[in-house]
C-alpha cells in the first residue's frame, strides 16, 4: 500500500483528494494536515466523508510526511516551495497541487505570483504533470506540478491542433467558464450565493496567472510561442470548467479522426462524436475530460468544446493519476467514479 | 454474477441505476429497455455513461428479460403491474421503483393513483423495501415494493420514536423538501429552470401520494393509525430530500442515544452528532440517510432533521441494497459511492 | 421632498434601501454612510444603481446626518443603539433595520444578542414597525424599530388565527426557508455559492434570534405567551423567505373569509384563492406578503404558507412603508414595483 | 393613453410585456390573447400581476385588436407573419417580437426557420427595430422587427468597432452565454431544471437563427458583409446574456473614448470604466446593455463585453422602447426599474 499525506486538507482540493484516496485500493491515508483545524475530525468539516475518512487534522509540525510514500500539497501558493526539498531529501515523493512548480521561467512566474521563488533549482526538476504530454517524464519523476484547471481544459482541447500543425497559433482564443469552487474554500465577497447566482460575469480579462501556463505548454507543442487570448468567466456552478476555443485552420484535414487518433490511448480523455456538444455535468465527480470539435458551416475557424470537472481532472483527479503512472499503478485506479448525472 | 435487466430506463431512476449497476463488482447488465428510445446507445442520452455502459435501450418485447435473475421497474406507476406476474412466473426477482405495490390496502391505492389495479393479489404478497424495518422478510421476497422518496426520508425519520412509544403519534408533522429531479424527466412546464430556479414553494398541501405510504408505514410500526400532516416543498436543488419532523414527546427520553442504538446495525443510516444540521449534499450521489434529532429549548417538541438522496436511498440505490439483501450479498456492495462535496 | 440618510450601505438591505429610495418620488438621498468605503462611488459596489445614485459613500463622522428628516440604520446589531439618540435629539426620525430596538425586554434583548443595551430607555420608546398590527402607533412615533424578516412572515402567517382565538397557541411550529442573501454581505465560507448553491439544511434548530421577536409579537396579540417551534433553513434561492405554518384548531372557522377579512385594507397583505401555493418568486423585488391557508384533509391541523422578499417586506421595503406612514403619504408610494418572474 | 394589446401572452416575452406595461405611465393594456387560456385571469398564470393586471386572456379571433393603437406578437415564429397585415391595414401599428420581419432576404428567412414566408413585401417595409442604430427609420415605421437577444448584446458590443473601421470585420468571434428563460416557457425536457441547473455547455455550434441576424446588422453597419463565429452557451441563470467578442485590431485608437462617444446619447447604452467586467445581474430586470471593451496585455485583440436582460433590452423591454418611438414618448418612458441586485 502507498502511504500518502495530505498538507493543507481543509480546501475543497482536500476533500475532493479524500474523497478519491478513500476509496482507492492501493493507498492508505497517513497524515493530513491543517495548521488551523489541528484536532478536528476530517469528516467534521466535510461530513460526506464520515465513515469513510476518520483521521484528524494534524499539525503540519509534527506530521509523519517524511514516512509517506508520496505527499500531496493541496495549499495556497507560496507553501510547496518552502517544504518541498525536505521530503524530497527523504525520499518522498512530491506532487503540488498548487502553481509553485507549474512555470519554468522564474522570472514569469515571479511577476505572475508577486513572490519570490524559493527553490529555482527544484522548478527545474519538476515535471509538468499533464499525462496526456508528459506521461513518460512522470514515470521518473520526485517532484510534479499538478497543472492548473484552466491549463488542463485548454491544453487538451488545444492540442491535436498544434501538434498537427494545421492552426494559425498566433491568434489562439480560450473564452473558458469555470464553477464557482474554482475560487476555493475561502471567505469572500465576490464569491458568496447571493454575489454569484443567478448571474454570470467574466472576469481577469486583462491577464489571468494561468495564461502564461497555458501559454508555456501550448509553446512547448508547437516549438516556438504562441500567442493566446484568454478570458475566464465564473458561472454559476458549483464544478466544472468548459472551455470554448477558437483557432483558425492553415490546412484542410479531418479534424473529428485527428482528435480520435490523438486520444485513442489515453483513458481520460474522451472524444465525443462529430456534431456534439459536451456539458460539465457529465463529468461532474469523474477525472474524465471530453471534447468535441466543430468547424461552423465548413468555414476556416475550428472550435473545440472541452469539459472537465475542476477538482478532478484539473486538480485532484489528476494528481491521483500523476501519483499511479509514478508508482507503476494502471492509470485509471481509484478514479473509475461514473459522473453524477443529474 | 447476477443477471439485471432494467424496464423503462429513460428517466432519472433508470440513469441512476445504471450508474449504480455498472460499478457493482456481482452485477451483469442484461438489458434496459425503452418502447420509445429502442436501438439508441444508453449513452447517447446520457453521457456520463459513455464508455461504461455501452449496451443499446432495446424494445421491451424483444429484451431478454425472463432470463434475467432481477428485473428493476423505473417505469411510470401502473406499468409493473401488468407485467410482474409473468416475469414472477418465469422465476425473476422483481424490484417495482414505482408505487403498484406499495400500498397494501387495494381500495386506498386505486383512490390516490386513479386507477384500477391490475394484480391485487400480488400486493399482498410484495415486500414492502425498506430494509431498515423489512430486512428479514426482503431476504425470501420475490417482489419487492420499492418505497418512495418521501415515504423514506420521513420513515427513518420518525421510526425510533413511534417504536418506543415516546410521541403523541396522533399529531406528527412531516414538512418536506425535495429537489427537482423527484419530478423525473418529463417535459413539463413546472419543473422547467426558469419556472423552479431562484424560487421556493410548497405544493400539494391538500394531499399528496405518498401521505397514504408514510401512514401505511408508521402506522405499522405504532400498531395502530397515526395522524400525519405531510407537506412537501420544492426546493431549487437537483438532487436531495430534507425532511424536518415535528411531534410531541410524552415520556423523558436520551434521544441522542435512542437514535444511535436503533440504527447501530443499519449501515446506510447515519445518527449526527448531537446538535449538527445534516445538508442534503452531505449524501449527495450516496445511499445513506443522515439524521439529527433536536429538542428546542428543552421543550416538549422534537424535531428531527433527516436526508438523503431522492434518486439514491429514495430510488435507486435503496432498490440495489434490496437487490444485494435478495441474492444474500453484502448489503453495501456497490454502494460505497463517497458523497460528492462540493 | 424628505430628506433620506442611510447609515451604512454597504449590506444588502443598503443596496435595496437605495434601490427604493431613488425610484421614491418623495425622497431626496441626502447621506449615505459606511466608514471602510468612504469617497466611493455608490454604484461602483453596486453597478445597478449606475446612473441612478451618483453620490459617494460618504465618513460616519461628517455626513450631514442631522440634517435629514428621517436616517435609516442598515447597519449590523450594535450599532443603531449607540447613534440614536443623537439624532432623535436634532429631531430625526429613526428607522432601525437591525434588531436593537426590537424586543422589549432588555434581559431578552440581552441574551440573545450577547451584549449589553446602549439605551434601554429608547427601547421602551421605539414602536414596532409591523404596519398591519402597529400602524396607529407608527404614525407618531420618532424611533421605529423595523421587524426581522423571518418575524415579519411568521406574524402575518398566524395572525388572523390568533386575534380569532382560533387555534391552540402553546403548540406552533413554523417552518421557515430562507433565500442566502439573508445572511448578509459578510466574506463567510458558510454562505459561499459552493457551500449553499444544489443543497438544503436546517440550522439554529436550537435557537435563533428571531424566536423571541415572533414570540412576543404573537403573545401581544394573544394576551397571553404563546409557544412556539421555530426552525429556520438555509435555501439556495438569493431572495425570498416560506414560511410554512402549523397549528392544531380549536373552533371551526371559515379560515378563507377570515384571512381575506383580516387583510382587506392591508395593501401589502395578499391572500391567495384557497387551494393554491404562493412562491417566493411571486415577490421578488416587491413588498408584497402573499398568504395561503390551507386544511389538509378537512383535518385539525391548519397550514398557513407566507411568501416574502426577505430584502424588500422583510427590510428595506417595509422601513421605507415605515417611513411613509410617518410622513403621511400614501403607504404605496414608491413601493409598487412589480414582482420579477420569470 | 395608448391603447396596447399582446398577442400570445404566456411566454416569457408575453409576462414581461404585461409587467412592463402596467407600469407605463401612458399604456393601457386592451387585450391579450391566448388561444389556449382563452377565460384565464392573466393573473392566475403569473401571479406575481395580481393586483396589478386583472384582464383575462382572450381569443385571438374575439379580441378587439383592431381598435388598438398598437399590437406586440409575443408568438413563436411564423404568426405574426399570418396577422400583421390586417392589423397594418386597419391603422395599427405592428412590433412583433419573433422572428417573422427580422432578416430581409426573403431565402435565406425560409432556410433558417423552415417555412415559407406568408408576406415577404412586408419584410421589405418592416423596420428593424434596434434603436441604437434604427431610431429615425423607427419614428414612422408601421411595422416593427423587434431584434433578437444574441442579436442585440452584439450588435451593440461591435458596433462602433465597425463604425469607425478599426478590425478585422472578416474573422470575427461572438462567444455568447444566455439565461435559461431564452429558450422560453415551453414544455421540453432539455430545459428542465434537473438537466440544466449546476450545468454548463454550447448548443447551435454548427449554427444558430441569430447567427443571420446578426451578420446582416454588421454587414449592413459595414457596408460589406462580416464573417462571424458565433457559438451560444446555455449557463443557469434564469435571465441575462452575457456576450464575450472579440476581434482584431488594425488600427490604433482609443477605444474607451469611441465607445462613450458613440453611446452618449443612447440612454439604455452603459459603457463601464476601463477595466471592468459588467456582471448579467447588473442589468437583471432592465432595459439598459452594459459594455465594457479591453486589449488584453496591450496586444491586438479586442475582447468586448456586453451584458443584457434578454427578456428586456432583449425582447419586452425593447419592444416598449420602440412603442416610445413610435408614439413620440421620451425613450425612457415606463422603462426605469432599477435593476434588482442581489
Chains 1, 2, 3, 4 share one sequence.
Not at 510547496?80 to 526539498?85: F, L, P
Not at 475561502?186 to 464569491?191: C, D, G, Q
Amino acid at each position: 500500500m502507498i502511504k500518502a499525506g495530505i498538507v493543507g486538507g481543509t480546501g475543497y482540493t482536500g476533500v475532493e483528494l479524500l474523497r478519491l484516496l478513500a476509496q482507492h485500493p492501493e493507498v492508505v491515508i497517513s497524515a493530513i494536515t491543517s495548521r488551523k483545524e489541528a484536532g478536528m475530525a476530517v469528516s467534521e468539516m466535510f461530513p460526506n466523508l464520515r465513515g469513510r475518512v476518520d483521521i484528524p487534522f494534524s499539525d503540519p509540525q509534527s506530521a509523519p510526511l517524511k514516512e509517506c510514500d508520496v505527499v500531496f500539497f493541496a495549499t495556497p501558493n507560496g507553501i510547496a516551495m518552502q517544504q518541498a526539498r525536505e521530503l524530497l531529501d527523504a525520499g518522498v515523493r512530491v506532487i503540488d497541487l498548487a502553481a509553485d512548480f507549474r512555470i519554468k521561467d522564474v522570472a514569469v512566474w515571479e511577476k505572475w505570483y508577486g513572490m519570490q521563488h524559493a527553490c529555482p533549482d527544484l522548478i527545474a526538476e519538476a515535471v509538468y504533470g499533464l499525462p496526456e504530454i508528459n506521461r513518460e517524464k512522470i514515470k521518473g519523476a520526485r517532484l510534479i506540478a499538478n497543472p492548473g484547471c484552466y491549463p488542463t481544459a485548454v491544453q487538451l482541447g488545444f492540442l491535436p491542433l498544434i501538434e498537427a500543425g494545421l492552426i494559425d497559433a498566433d491568434n489562439l482564443v480560450a473564452d473558458c467558464k469555470s464553477g464557482v469552487s474554482g475560487a476555493g474554500r475561502k471567505a469572500e465577497v465576490s464569491t458568496l450565493f447571493a454575489e454569484t447566482a443567478d448571474s454570470f460575469k467574466a472576469y481577469g480579462v486583462s491577464g489571468h496567472r494561468h495564461l502564461p501556463e497555458i501559454a508555456q505548454g501550448l509553446s512547448g507543442v508547437r516549438g516556438a510561442p504562441v500567442e493566446l487570448t484568454f478570458v475566464p468567466h465564473l458561472t454559476p456552478i458549483i464544478r466544472g470548467i468548459h472551455a470554448t476555443l477558437y483557432a483558425r485552420l492553415k490546412t484542410e484535414a479531418d479534424l473529428q479522426s485527428l482528435y480520435e487518433k490523438r486520444y485513442q490511448d489515453d483513458y481520460f480523455v474522451d472524444v465525443l462524436p462529430a456534431g456534439t456538444h459536451p456539458e460539465t455535468r457529465s463529468v461532474r465527480g469523474s477525472n474524465v475530460c471530453r471534447i468535441a470539435v466543430h468547424r461552423p458551416q465548413g468555414g476556416n475557424t475550428v472550435v473545440v468544446l472541452s469539459v472537465i470537472d475542476n477538482l478532478v481532472k484539473g486538480a485532484a483527479g489528476q494528481a491521483v493519476q500523476n501519483m499511479n503512472i509514478l508508482f507503476d499503478l494502471s492509470e485509471s485506479t481509484g478514479l473509475q467514479q461514473i459522473p453524477l448525472l443529474p
